[in-house]
């Protein structure tokens, strides 16, 4: 199973940008996995972003992007979850990764996830 991110570049604070996420693998059925993103930022640890169950019904969001970030996932067609960042901050800088996790919950928790991306960069600045 192969996690591929993109969408990642510098935005300036305010705007809006959107991550995309794309699976694929011969025995991978994206219905079969909740997804997420996590983040490190230089020199911090890796942590949760957003999360998101298999068909889309349930999310959930660290108290750090509640309200800006929007995590959503195509099931029908393109197979891809996306997260939508809306109002980035400097803070926000970081490599974000896309991970999904085999059953039907959505987790917060790193080492509930069996896939990772690779990471795209977003840099926040003006």
């Known amino acids: 199973v192969q996690l591929q991110a993109s969408g990642g570049g510098l935005v300036q604070p305010g705007s809006s940008l959107t991550l995309s996420c794309t699976a694929s693998?011969?025995?991978?059925?994206?219905?079969?996995?909740?997804m997420g993103w996590f983040r490190q930022a230089p020199g911090k640890e890796r942590e949760f972003v957003a999360a998101?169950?298999?068909?889309?019904?349930?999310?959930?969001y660290a108290d750090s992007v509640k309200g800006r970030f929007t995590i959503s996932r195509d099931n029908a067609k393109n197979e891809e979850v996306y997260l939508q960042m809306n109002s980035p901050k400097p803070e926000d800088t970081a490599v974000y990764y896309c991970?999904?996790?085999?059953?039907?919950?959505?987790?917060?928790?790193?080492?509930?996830?069996?896939?990772w991306g690779q990471g795209t960069l977003v840099t926040v600045s003006s």
């Open positions: 991970a999904a996790r085999a059953g039907w919950g959505q987790s917060k928790r790193e080492r509930d996830y069996d896939y």
């Open positions: 693998g011969g025995d991978f059925t994206f219905t079969d996995y909740s």
């Open positions: 998101i169950n298999w068909d889309g019904s349930s999310t959930s």
